[in-house]
């Protein structure tokens, strides 16, 4: 096991918790490595990769959902929770794989779905067989249509993926879904709902799972009192802990609830809440009497710019503060586009509405701008922004393939993409897939050593100069600067505050951290002065006394 005094100034008879400066690698199994050939990656293809995750230098991982699903969104339609996908191995299997990270010092994560289940998960079967009014409807949220022949949704809500919120079934009568027609929201005043998910938590606690992502925080305690609001009501109500269906403050007394059962565990199990929601609300998730830690995306919706990275680190610096948790810092995950690309992209224009354009890629992607992408820019400032992340106090979230500074894959055909948020919106929206496909492990292969066959999503031709195999032996590979970077960070890190130091720079931002190194980066396009100190590690090229345009440098001052 790792111990915390590794990133954290504890004293033996205080140790910090170890996630609290944890480095966390999220896995997406079904893209991450393939053992038995059927084109999706599985336990037993992480299981043999842990060497590499653990040269790596990583702390923890986070498996995205691995249990048993019909894969309508990836995964997060879970028709079981207390099972492992057959496709993707066995709970023998699992057992085998946190034993092996446990060996390495490597703590395990799962990802917990309670907003909804799969339409395949036992209880939904049950509701649909038992007709309206039935006890086993009521783990869910039917209502009858309106209309005169009821006919017609319940109410005009959107589903987060397109079109209607709810679907109608046989008998006529709709359920709601905030996700996919295939992911039925459940009913969290239902008090089966609740025991079932703590029997889940204690289910992986008790299998030596260290921690939980907890998937939509904020939408599982809902007010449906009749009569139902239409959606331009609902947008009229505040975000205050108040809202109908969002971020509502009673949320917390299930998280609570569950709080208990984890600090029951020794050490006490973790969560992380997944809470699209104001970032004043974020420490009522990151408080120590409910989830604990709480992700903040302030730096994935930011654009690279010094302005925007230090009030972002500020702010959620004096969150974390507020709640007494550690912040968290995230750049990619599966739900954006890799931050390599968004960071290539032309300079964004504005829409009709005068929102920016491609703010997150995805509108990009749409019109097929594959040829405007800066791809060599992009890569210098994602190395930068990372070598910024990973100099902060707090934990980092990395998702896979990042350190092998991985672009998105643009130009998936339509007719071979999976993700709902494509299909649902027509279109409308090209969705996640092309941060989703499969890794490239080596140059050449039916998968680029993705597996032995061909894989679930195809890997463009580019992917196999990004390949592992090509940036092992290489010492200025964004693969060796990640794996420099973390084993250097667990030497350093002491302490969770920093000071920023001026540099006379608006585009400039320099601090100093308490185990003695300092973090410059250089967000303009022009090299910067840079007076002092030894250089520890630094995102690209160095030349005396210059910090190079779009560069990070951590640095040992003088003195
Ligand atoms: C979360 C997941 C996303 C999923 C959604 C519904 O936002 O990260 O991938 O589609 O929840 O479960």
């Known amino acids: 096991m790792t111990t915390a005094a590794r990133t954290h100034a504890a004293t033996d008879a205080d140790p910090a918790p170890w996630w609290r400066q944890a480095v966390v690698y999220q896995i997406y199994p079904r893209s991450f490595a393939d053992a038995d050939g059927d084109g999706l990656g599985d336990l037993r293809g992480i299981l043999a990769r842990v060497d590499y995750l653990s040269e790596l230098g990583v702390d923890a991982v986070w498996l995205s959902p691995f249990y048993p699903s019909a894969l309508a969104d990836g995964g997060y339609d879970v028709a079981d929770y207390r099972d492992v996908d057959p496709r993707l191995g066995t709970l023998d299997d699992f057992d085998a794989l946190v034993q092996q990270l446990h060996d390495r010092g490597i703590r395990v994560v799962v990802d917990i779905v309670p907003n909804h289940t799969s339409d395949r998960h036992v209880w939904f079967q ?7 009014g039935s006890a ?11 209309g005169p022949a009821g006919d017609l949704p319940p109410t005009d809500w959107l589903s ?3 079109g209607s919120a709810w679907e109608r079934v046989e008998d006529g009568q709709w359920y709601l879904h905030h996700f996919a027609v295939e992911q039925p929201d459940l009913n969290w005043a239902h008090p089966e709902v609740r025991s079932d998910f703590i029997r889940t938590l204690r289910f992986w606690a008790d299998r030596g799972v260290d921690g939980f992502r907890i998937d939509v925080a904020h939408m599982l305690t809902k007010d449906l009192s009749e009569p139902l609001p239409s959606k331009a009501e609902l947008d009229t109500r505040p975000l205050d802990g108040t809202h109908p269906l969002l971020d509502r403050d009673d949320v917390h007394d299930v998280y609570a609830e569950w709080r208990k059962v984890l600090d029951s565990y020794d050490p006490p199990r973790t969560a992380v809440a997944e809470a699209w929601v104001a970032p004043a609300r974020i420490p009522l998730y990151a408080s ?16 690279f710019d010094a302005a925007q990275f230090r009030s972002v680190v500020e702010n959620n610096l004096a969150l974390a503060a507020r709640s007494g948790s550690s912040s968290t810092w995230v750049l990619s995950n599966h739900d954006v586009v890799r931050h390599a690309t968004r960071y290539g992209l032309p300079a964004p224009g504005r829409t009709a509405e005068g929102r920016p354009t491609h703010r997150h890629g995805r509108e990009w992607l749409l019109a097929g701008g594959v040829s405007d992408l800066d791809v060599k820019g992009g890569l210098r400032r994602a190395r930068a922004a990372t070598l910024f992340l990973l100099g902060l106090p707090g934990s980092a979230y990395l998702y896979q393939g990042e350190e092998l500074g991985l672009h998105e894959v643009a130009d998936i055909p339509a007719a071979l993409r999976q993700d709902p948020t494509h299909t649902r919106s027509r279109g409308f929206d090209v969705g996640r897939d092309g941060c989703r496909v499969p890794l490239p492990w080596s140059s050449s292969g039916p998968s680029l050593g993705f597996g032995p066959g061909p894989a679930h999503l195809p890997q463009p031709g580019w992917m196999a100069r990004y390949a592992v195999t090509e940036q092992e032996n290489d010492p200025g590979s964004t693969l060796n600067l990640y794996r420099l970077a973390l084993q250097l960070r667990r030497r350093l890190l002491e302490g969770e505050d920093l000071q920023w130091r001026t540099t006379g720079r608006p585009d400039v931002l320099r601090f100093a951290r308490h ?11 022009t090299d ?6 030894q ?9 005396h006394d210059v910090l190079p345009a779009e560069t990070t440098v951590w640095l040992r001052p003088h003195g």
């Open 126 to 132: 049950e509701a649909v067989a038992a007709g309206r």
């Open 136 to 146: 086993a409807r009521d783990r869910y949220v039917f209502r009858e249509g309106s």
């Open 160 to 162: 987060m993926f397109g």
């Open 288 to 303: 120590p009497t409910s989830l604990g830690q709480a992700f903040n995306f302030d730096l994935l919706e930011a654009d």
């Open 515 to 525: 185990g003695g190194f300092e973090v410059v980066t250089n967000f303009g396009p």
């Open 528 to 533: 910067a002065p840079l007076d002092g100190g």
């Open 535 to 543: 250089v520890l590690l630094s995102s690209g090229e160095m030349r």
